[in-house]
């Protein structure tokens, strides 16, 4: 029992210092388009606040998104985007990373 009890205690430690936020729909609107590289950029403001449960809620106030990422959309148009946050392990990095998925015209 002790050493299930151990082996329990050493699974929670892991997989307790990593999280993930998934997948949530996030309005933003594109105010302005960077193309000084090959691929253009939509700057993206989010609108209103954060989503709950966010891991870190300033890293979506402002993102970049490539405008073939973004179809049909143009500057002063309001996106819905997925977002995904991930925060590693204390075994990995352990700052929290923000990845937009995919946007579509609001």
């Known amino acids: 029992m002790r050493k299930l009890a ?3 205690l050493g699974c929670l430690l892991l997989a307790g210092c990593a999280a993930n936020w998934e997948d949530a729909e996030v309005r933003y609107k594109v105010v302005s388009q960077e193309n000084k590289s090959v691929t253009e950029y939509f700057n993206l403001e989010l609108v209103g606040e954060a989503p709950k449960g966010a891991l870190e809620p300033d890293q979506l106030k402002r ?12 500057v002063g148009d309001e996106v819905l985007c997925q977002v995904r946050q991930k925060k590693g392990s204390a075994f990995e990095d352990s700052n929290v990373s923000t990845s937009l998925l995919g946007c579509k015209k609001a």
């Open 6 to 8: 151990m082996v329990v």
């Open 63 to 74: 993102k970049l998104v490539s405008t073939d990422r973004a179809e049909g959309a143009q």
